[in-house]
């Protein structure tokens, strides 16, 4: 069974940052290119990023320069290093297994978890 567990969210001040962790289990993780997406209340899902076994990686605009992206492999681990927050970041986030991280990369999940809650206050 496939399994994906985020944590590490909170209450942070704009301007601040906050490390998100994912730990993934029930497939072979290295095989995987895995990413993550938020949700806010009432707004669609927006994909974040995305990252390939080798550690490549792309952003959607809303967070490049501020968010990066991580894999460990050997523990099955991956992270998202967020900096520069702003209320507009408050959502809950998820890790998820994706099929494509390249050009025209949409977000097209298969797999995510229930996600933990960021909020940013101003």
């Known amino acids: 069974e496939v399994q994906l567990q985020a944590s590490g969210g909170g209450l942070v001040q704009a301007g601040g940052s906050l490390r998100l962790s994912c730990a993934a289990s029930?497939?072979?993780?290295?095989?995987?290119?895995i990413g993550w997406f938020r949700q806010a209340p009432g707004k669609e899902r927006e994909a974040l990023s995305c990252?390939?076994?080798?550690?490549?990686?792309l952003y959607t605009d809303s967070v490049k320069g501020r968010f990066t992206i991580s894999r460990d492999n050997a523990k099955n681990i991956l992270y998202l290093q967020m900096n520069s927050l702003k209320p507009d970041d408050t959502a809950v986030y998820h890790c998820?297994?994706?099929?494509?991280?390249?050009?025209?990369?949409?977000?097209?999940?298969?797999?995510w978890g229930q996600g933990t809650l960021v909020t940013v206050s101003s």
């Open positions: 029930g497939f072979p993780f290295d095989d995987y290119v």
């Open positions: 990252i390939k076994s080798d550690g490549s990686a």
């Open positions: 998820a297994t994706d099929h494509w991280c390249g050009s025209s990369w949409d977000g097209n999940y298969d797999h």
